[in-house]
């Protein structure tokens, strides 16, 4: 039984992590973070949970004299470099895995996305850097066929307003996004970096968010340096994916419903231009599990040397 321990466990995220390790017979969540709602039973926001823990309000040597096995730090970007140095100095062989965009270009640091970047590296790794949500379904969109492009992907993608996190702003204004859709952020985007430093390739990405909870929808737009058939591409995305529990291909183009709820992706509606030249594919997740809690479990469970897929409901 590996002990796990969660920092900013009161976030739509957290919620979902602590549902997912409650459904694993080798995991047990040790303890759980929130300055906000510190003594109130864990069951008041995710009835999954061990029936005796209470949020703490825990500082940094404190999470690390805890002594866990892992530790996923699910913070907000720019919060987690406090809890890092203390692990680094009481608690060097604690497994963590942040979910912020804090360590996604640090080298020593494990990308974890493993139907693209393999899974060798996360196997004992003791800092794993979790993708976005955005750049997961990007990057499904894009790796398979990155050889075949001549220029930057363009991605348009549409995400529910869970993905604004739970502090109050125009992006998760019920008001302000009703019978709305939000453009934000047009140009250098976070996950639009991590997207190119990644692939290896530029990539040119667009985020929107709307008046659902939860959801992804991306829609890439890809040019090639010479004409690519149908089934060369439908060749590239099967062998990438198909022996991946997590990710389906379909010929339907995804829409919002098929990614919310789900534990995986999925990519569908590949469209080929009559010249061979361009091609358009589309990729639904769930933004708050392939996009962020199931990738952490994934990583997780790897990095510990344990079953990958158990919990996940696949």
Known sequence: MKTVGLIGARGHTGRELIALIARRDDMRLSYAVSRAMAGTPVRDLAPEAPQDLTFEALDPESCAARGADAVILAM?????????????????????????????????????????????????????????CYATAGQLCVAPVRAFLSGPAHLFGVSGYSGAGTTPSRKNDLEALKDNLMPYMLAGHVHEREMSRHLGRDVRFSPHVAAFFRGIVMTAQLEFAAPVTEADLRAAYAGAYENEPLIRLTDAIPEITDGANNPGAVLGGLTV??????????????????????????????????????????
């Not at 392939?290 to 996940?312: C, I, R, S």
Request: negative net charge; contains cysteine.
């Open 273 to 314: 231009s009559d010249d061979g030249c361009r091609a358009v594919i589309v990729c639904a997740l769930d933004n708050l599990l392939k996009g962020a809690a199931v990738q952490a479990m994934q990583n997780l469970a790897l990095a510990l040397d344990l079953p990958e897929f158990d919990g996940l409901g696949v």
């Open 76 to 132: 907000p970007n720019g919060q987690a470099d406090s809890y890092v140095a203390a692990f680094e100095a009481h608690a060097p062989d604690t497994v963590l895995v942040d979910l912020s965009a804090d360590y996604r270009f640090d080298h020593a640091w494990v990308y974890g996305l493993p139907e693209i970047y393999g899974r060798a590296a996360l196997k004992g790794a003791r800092r794993i850097s979790n993708p976005g």
